[in-house]
């Protein structure tokens, strides 16, 4: 299968092979170019000398040049912006009422969640999930399901004692009706008979 070269239309030649000073002359580009603008070195190469990226790479692998690292600055950068955007999107629910889906929320703002709930409980014994879904404008599934995750122990409930009749009192009381069992009967047998 012969690829076709796009400019002249002719068919390309495959397997050319490259001396190991014009692999230098590449490696040593990429490193350079990388050393001046960070990275896209490789890009760079395979655009300045027709060869291809893969193979640019496997040359670099083959010399020991690592693969440049994003620079501190843009990382922090990256940190920024995403902790920004989270902070954003607790304001904008918070704001909203009812929560929208897709909105994650980080482990710092469960934990704060989970805190108050259990602050409140120890407080007041009780209700500090409804207080936690009111205050911070999330259902009360969810903030069921983070105290779960974090093992969190529900509060005690108080016990309702309900006394049952006792057998006695229960066996003493005459059931109504209970007389005219016989009489009953008979009426339904003359009942019957009439049919």
Same mark, same amino acid.
């Given at each position: 299968? &012969?690829? #076709? ?40 190469? &395979? ?13 670099? =692998? ?21 902790? =920004? ?14 929560? #929208? ?17 259990? $602050?409140?409980?120890?407080? %007041? ?56 069992? $016989? ?9 019957? %008979?009439?049919?």
């Amino acid at each position: 299968m &012969s690829t #076709k070269n796009k400019k002249s239309g002719k068919a390309a030649s495959t397997g050319v092979r490259y001396t190991d000073a014009q692999k230098k002359e590449i490696v040593d580009f990429v490193v350079q170019y990388n050393a001046t603008n960070g990275r896209g070195g490789q890009s760079a190469a &395979s655009a300045k000398y027709s060869v291809t990226p893969l193979t640019i790479s496997g040359w670099l =692998k083959s010399a020991g040049v690592k693969a440049p690292k994003a620079k501190k600055a843009a990382k922090k950068a990256v940190k920024k912006v995403a902790k =920004k955007a989270a902070k954003k999107a607790v304001k904008k629910a918070a704001k909203g009422g009812k929560n #929208k889906k897709g909105i994650r929320y980080t482990p710092e703002q469960k934990k704060a969640v989970v805190d108050y709930v259990e $602050a409140y409980n120890a407080k %007041n014994g009780r209700g500090g999930q409804n207080q936690a879904a009111k205050k911070f404008k999330i259902s009360v599934l969810t903030v069921s399901a983070w105290l779960k995750a974090a093992g969190a122990k529900k509060p005690a409930s108080k016990k309702l004692v309900t006394k049952a009749p006792k057998a006695k009192k229960a066996a003493k009381k005459p059931v109504k009706g209970s007389g005219d069992l $016989a009489a009953f009967k008979a009426a339904l047998v003359k009942l019957i %008979n009439q049919f």
